[in-house]
């Protein structure tokens, strides 16, 4: 075949590699059978399945061989779009319902994963991710006290490793500056109208649970609720408006509708600003009145 340096006999190994002449997982022929092939050094044969590992199509285990990534994607397969929720969450069923749905017109495959905490495990995940056929990936951040600075520093591990990605639900913003691309909705507006369409209905007392403070979507959502109620002529009492306790997700809400309604004069409404507080402290109120139901009965029996 003539003479090959180093470029020309990487490029034949990857050719054979990306055309589905071997296949992930096989085996690659050894040092000595390529320089034979080639014509070449076993020298410049190692050189060039180094530059192949180091792409992530050749996988190098020492004593035994160099083999094709397992991982490897090759040409004309579907491009993938990796959806990491923050820890063991996923985004919401209707955004993830939407990108599945324009995922499918573009052929693209969606993938459902959990983005780990440490910056080690962070890191290993985005380099494997790396060495996919990825469109990008889908990232819904991490809903906690220091929100800027953990994902922040998420998003400087995807650009380091030249991914593609987008933020949904909330973004990754500080003093107003939203970092990268994003996509979610305009919460003020509809907190502002969910506020005047609870005025409609008479109700005058209205409260309010929203997540940390520093949380873009929530002070947005949270700020549309008291524009509008000023808007109104209500005055803002502060016992009405409260901030989730740092606690898992599960039990974010619970505690603070106890508190609401243990007030002297309870609120007749009120707004979450995010889906999951809400659904916790439907719950709550659920249990709460079954407590009561069940303490009522008991007294009637008596």
């Known amino acids: 075949m003539g003479n090959y340096p180093r470029q020309e006999v990487m490029r034949e190994l ?6 589905g002449q071997w296949n992930p997982g096989q085996r ?16 410049t044969v190692r050189n060039a399945i180094a530059s192949l590992a180091e792409n992530g199509l050749v996988e190098r285990r020492h004593g035994v061989g160099s083999f094709v990534c397992r991982d490897v994607t090759l040409p004309g397969a579907p491009r993938r779009v990796v959806v990491l929720g923050a820890g063991s969450s996923n985004p919401t069923g209707g955004i993830l319902y939407g990108i599945q749905q324009r995922a499918a017109t573009l052929r693209c495959e969606v993938e459902l994963g959990a983005m780990p905490r440490s910056t080690d495990e962070v890191s290993a995940m985005l380099s494997s991710l790396r060495r996919m056929n990825l469109a990008g990936v889908v990232f819904a951040p991490f809903i906690e006290r220091n929100y800027h600075e953990i994902n922040s520093h998420i998003l400087d591990l995807l650009e380091e490793q030249s ?21 979610g909705n305009d919460g003020y507006s509809a907190m502002r109208k969910l506020v005047k369409t609870l005025f409609e209905f008479g109700h005058r007392r209205i409260a309010s649970i929203r997540v940390f403070a520093g949380v873009y979507s929530s002070d947005q959502r ?8 000023e808007l109104e002529g209500a005055t803002i009492l502060p016992e009405l408006h409260r901030e ?14 106890h508190e609401l309604m243990a007030l002297p004069e309870p609120p007749t409404a009120l707004i979450c600003t995010h889906d999951m507080i809400a659904l916790n402290v439907y719950d709550e109120l659920r249990r709460m009145r079954l407590r009561s139901e069940e303490h009522t009965s008991e007294l009637q029996s008596r």
Not at 30 to 43: A, P, Q
Not at 163 to 176: E, F, K, N
């Open 222 to 229: 949270y700020r549309g609720v008291v524009d509008q109620l």
């Open 244 to 257: 989730i306790e740092d606690v898992p997700l599960l039990q974010q809400g619970r505690k603070r509708i």
């Open 163 to 183: 991914l593609r990605y987008v933020v949904v639900d909330t973004p990754v913003a500080s003093h107003g500056v939203i970092r990268g691309d994003f996509v």
């Open 28 to 43: 690659l022929p050894t040092e000595e059978i390529l320089s034979g092939e080639f014509r070449v050094s076993r020298g």
């Open 14 to 19: 990857e050719r054979r590699i990306v055309s």
